[in-house]
């Protein structure tokens, strides 16, 4: 069980938090994307080994989303990556 | 007779005497035994046999790396597959080998033995396999012998779970644990000191060692009681930590059937440091029929002889590779026992070693290559360890020991590294990854003087062996004794082309199940790298998962039963309900509502017909308040609304309310309900019961993720506010009699309207929505006033027969009118139009959530399922929901089904709703209901049995 850190509570046990996937693209103007892109944008997320930023409900807390980037082989919850965007 | 219990010696009381039985038959042992030493105590040889060849077996270890003999508990302690070392004996305990029938000593399952040729490894993989495996399932399930779950919960007592934290967790109280208890007990820390063991100790509970040249023991008990003066330490024995889990979290089963009725506890521990003082296992020797009876772990006969006093054998024959084995020869001889001899393979011996077993007999260079005897060793086969002819022993007890592997489960688990280190011949710690250490044996300090200061101890001086291969050697050797896995199979795993170590594990079942081969896998690590000519560190360990013993499923979860951990939320009406006789069902969310109102000897569709012509003729009511209910305060709730829902909400004026569809962006309905609009900048928003918590999520996840510029604040209002629903033609003259100053005529309050007023003297919001085609009104009350307001509806109802309406009753009334349900009509796969409700995607917004994406899905063309009405021809004919729709009614895949069926008594007929391969343009046509032994016609209509229209909920 992942100790999470909350902005607002602090690091508090992952059984209070609900998963909201990593952070995906920025979703486009479905008007400006062709179907491909649209199909992409919906279906393709980060999966990586390695540092992934996903979103994170304080549901049974304070209630806020929050974004961390956590590393898929160990665990760790960690700063952002130097060559993050 | 206990036969084999020495007159005095050992940490059991024999004043004491338990009676317990074993296969039937009833024994006797003292408190402070464990099932396994009180059998050896009776002398029963035969305690189980083998998973595969129904080999006859013995008890080995002591401990939880006991590989044989597993057992069933019956009666208040019904458990499965239960170590025979881990049960500790108690007063009537009754326990059954699992494995045999009818009894270890004469099993039916033991002709597998003369056809063990025929059962190789990758057998059932090989054999078993699709398309006849339902052909040989049954069969094999019953033969594969493992212990059945229990049939029934504990009678009596619970399981708990608890958190806590603690500076320091201490896995293990043998000698290094509770020094490192202490020392972080002295310096105030937080200490959590947990121990699998009935009492601290550790290894030195087995073996005869001093320190400062006063018993090993006494030094326990002074730390013991040190530590337990601090109030700064939790010490839990029969505590096993069990899993090492990411950011320092273990976990702790606590079993201690004695205390509060609580059966066993689940502790979850955030430590600060962990300190892994988990000690090691003996590792078994491998030669021919090395699984007999009598042949046992060194270490397990001398904690047999000395922490209960019992002698496994009369004659004994040792065989090792390491000087721990000496120590046990020293204690048997000065028990009295008679050792035949001490087989070494090591051409060398330290002194020390030799000094402590002065007058015995020992071989150097010397293996056992096989052993005699089938429910019992009648003699080993000494060999030269380079070969040559050997000579037979004769004796009733073979110990042995292979060496010792550190418990580096939880080490591993926390992601830390192993190494293999020669000297020792085995895995040891190496990086740490989490905030752990290793300590004492589980570092690979493998003898006392390197763990405590004025420890007494011989030194270690292993040289490996891992499977002994002389000329000639017969008998079936095995590296994995519970799942009856030998050396050969592993050859042949290797030859087969499974070259990995988890892949031989895999193929061969080796080191999985209960002990997860605690005491055989280094073996088998040890023969692939023989085999393969390659270090031991290159071909590596299998993972190391947790739990690393077997954990009950009720400690798990712990007092996290279904209505604990979901709880049922109730209206304030619900005791009103249950007083007039509803029958409660629960309405999603855990919410409980009134499924129908029966009266005495009334089944329910006859409840049901009476409530649905209340609404239809005269009025009904039902409440409302579980529906999810949220507040939208800002000024970009408009913005928002028009975002999340199919059609427009900005255009709303303050006091009108709107239905609509709200999508995933995946085009997917995901909710339906109706906004109301107080004033520019609040507004209502109303959901189905069971999805307000995903549509809060979802509300909220689009405003802190991707809008969070937008000025939106949202507040969970339900049942912060209750309503009652009165439905029906007569449900204007009803709210009349309640008395309110809310000008109720159909021009001032509209369908799809609202307002503020009084009720029945209560302050009430009165909105016009209709769920089920009627005249409706919904009165919103606080919810300290909603069980009077109910009474109050009932008695002002009274003279126009005003019927409590529950949940069957309202989907019938929904499907007379073909209004959806999510939970029927809509799934994975049908969008608005298919429902008939295109009306509901707006055309003019550019963008919303799941425009594009039901566009996209629209353009592929391909056939779609859509709603229709459905009249079985025979109108008494009721079709189950869900019931599929063929061509025809001929068997062959589904063009659509049945999503709804009610008996309706507007047009005294069943009717339903179905979902159907171009149904729109089907109306007229027959379809077919396919059950299995029929074929039930249908006709197909729009969905919609009652006032078309909808000119009475606008009446
Ligand atoms: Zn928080």
Known sequence: ?85 | MQRNRRAEGGRIDRSRPLRFTFNGKPYEGYQGDNLASALLANGVRVTARSFKYHRPRGIVGHGPEEPSTLVELDGEDASGNRPATTVPLCDGLSARSVNCWPSPGFDLGGVNQLFSGLLPVGFYYKTFKWPGWHLFEPAIRKAAGLAAAPASPPASGHFEARHAHADVLVAGAGPAGLQAALKAGRAGKRVFLADEGTEAGGSLLNRALTIDGKPAMDWVSGTVAELDALENVTRLQNATVWAYREHNLVMVNECDPDRDGILERSWRVRAGEVVIATGTTERSMVFGNNDRPGVMLASSVQAYLNRWGVVPGQRVVLFTNNNSAYAVAADLAAAGVSVSAILDSRRTVAPEALDLVAGLTVHLATVVSEVRGHKGVRAVKAAPATGGAGTWIECDLLAHSGGWNPNVHLWSQSRGALRFDDDLAAFVPDQPVQACRAVGAAAGDLSLDRIIEGGADLAYGIEPLWRVDVPGQRGMAFLDIQNDVTVSDVHLALREGYSNVEHVKRYTTAGMGIDQGKTGNINIIGTVAMQQGVPLQDVGTTTFRSPYTPVSFGAIGGLREETVLFPYRHTPVTRWNKDNGAVMYEAGARWQRPGYFPKPGEGLQEAVNRECRAVREGVGVYDGSPLGTFELKGRDVPKFLDFIYANIMSSLHPGNGRYGLMLSDDGLILDDGVVLRLDAHRWLLSTSTGHADAVNQHMEKLLQTEFPDWQVMITTVTSQWNNATICGPRSRDVIRALGTDIDLSPEALPFMSFCDGTVAGFPARIVRVSFTGELSYEVNVAPRHMAAMWDKVMEAGAPFGILPVGSESSHVLRVEKGFLSLGHEVDGTVDAYDLGMGWAMSKKKADYTGKRSVMLRRASGRVRRELVGILPVDPDRQIPEGAPLTPGGRKEATEGLVTACVWSVVNNRWVGLALLENGHSRHGEIAHVRMKDDVIPITITKPVFHDPEGKLMRS
């Open chain 1, 1 to 85: 069980m992942l100790l999470i850190p909350c902005p607002y509570c602090g690091k508090r046990n992952e059984c209070e938090f609900i998963y909201g996937g990593p952070v995906g693209a920025k979703r486009p103007d479905p008007n400006a994307v062709n179907d491909a892109e649209w199909v992409e944008y919906l279906t393709v997320t980060p999966n990586p080994q390695g540092p992934v930023q996903e979103k994170w409900w304080h549901a049974r807390g304070c209630g806020e989303w929050l974004v961390i980037w956590r590393d898929t082989r160990t665990h760790d919850i960690m700063e952002a990556p130097d060559d993050a965007t």
